[in-house]
C-alpha cells in the first residue's frame, strides 16, 4: 500500500487554505471551456468566503480572494475575473529600503531634539536676540535632567551642555538661568499596606482645654 504524505506532495502556496482547495484550483486548470471555468471558479470563490464569513459580503475582501485563487493556481488560471488580474512581478515587488538615521546625540537623556533646538539658536544668533529662547531651552533640559536623575539639576551643569551642544557659540546667562520657574513636580506613590489597600493619615487631634484639665487631674492622682 502506498502511503501519500504531505512531504511528497507539491508546497501549498496558501497554506491556510488547506490543501482541498489547492486541490480545487488544480481542477479549474483542467476545463477546457472557459465560460464552465470561470462558473466554477466563482464556486471555489464562495467556497473559499465560507472561511470568513463574517468579511464574504464585503468589496475588499472579495477582492482579496480573487487575488488568492490566481495565487494558488501558479498565475496559470484563465477565467472572467471581476477585477484586475495580478502577476507575479506586482507581488514580488520589495519595499524600498528606509535609511536608518546615523545621527550622533550628544546628551542622550536631553533628547535628539533638544540639541536641533541648540543649532537652530546658533544658525539664528547672527540675526536676532536668542537670549529668551536659550531660556526656554535651558528649562526644558532642567525638566528632562530631573527625569534623567531624579535629583534637582545644576545650573552650571545645564550652561555647560548649552555650550558644548552650541560649539561654544552661544552662552547661558547663568543669573537669569537661577530666575527660572521650576517646571518638575516630585512624583510621590500612595503607600499601601499589605492587603493592598491605600493608608491614610489620622487627622491630628487638637487639644482642648478639657484634654488638658483631664490630663492635670491624672497626673495629680499618681
Request: hydrophobic letters at 30%; one cysteine or more; a positive charge.
Amino acid at each position: 500500500m502506498r502511503k501519500n504524505y504531505n512531504f511528497t506532495r507539491r508546497k501549498l502556496y496558501l497554506p491556510e487554505y488547506g490543501r482541498h482547495i489547492h486541490e480545487m484550483v488544480d481542477s479549474l486548470l483542467t476545463i477546457e471551456d472557459r465560460q464552465e471555468r470561470t462558473r466554477q471558479a466563482k464556486a471555489v470563490i464562495a467556497v473559499m468566503g465560507n472561511l470568513n464569513p463574517m468579511l464574504r459580503d464585503t468589496e475588499e475582501f472579495k477582492h482579496k480572494l480573487w487575488d488568492h485563487l490566481f495565487i494558488m493556481s501558479d498565475f496559470q488560471l484563465d477565467v472572467d475575473s471581476p477585477y484586475t488580474q495580478p502577476s507575479r512581478q506586482d507581488l514580488d515587488i520589495r519595499p524600498a529600503k528606509l535609511p536608518y538615521p546615523q545621527s550622533r546625540i550628544t546628551f542622550k537623556h536631553y533628547g535628539k531634539y533638544t540639541q536641533k533646538f541648540v543649532r537652530q539658536i546658533v544658525a539664528e544668533a547672527a540675526t536676532k536676540s536668542v537670549d529668551e529662547e536659550l531660556l526656554n531651552v535651558a528649562r526644558h533640559m532642567r525638566a528632562k535632567s530631573y527625569e534623567f536623575n531624579n535629583e534637582h539639576p545644576n545650573n552650571d551643569a545645564i550652561a555647560r551642555d548649552i555650550r558644548i551642544m552650541s560649539a561654544s557659540n552661544v552662552e547661558l546667562n547663568l543669573s537669569e538661568v537661577l530666575n527660572l520657574r521650576c517646571e518638575y513636580r516630585t512624583h510621590q506613590t500612595p503607600q499601601r499596606n499589605v492587603k493592598g489597600k491605600k493608608t491614610q493619615h489620622a487627622p491630628q487631634r487638637k487639644t482642648q482645654k478639657g484634654d488638658a484639665k483631664n490630663s492635670t487631674r491624672h497626673n495629680s492622682h499618681k
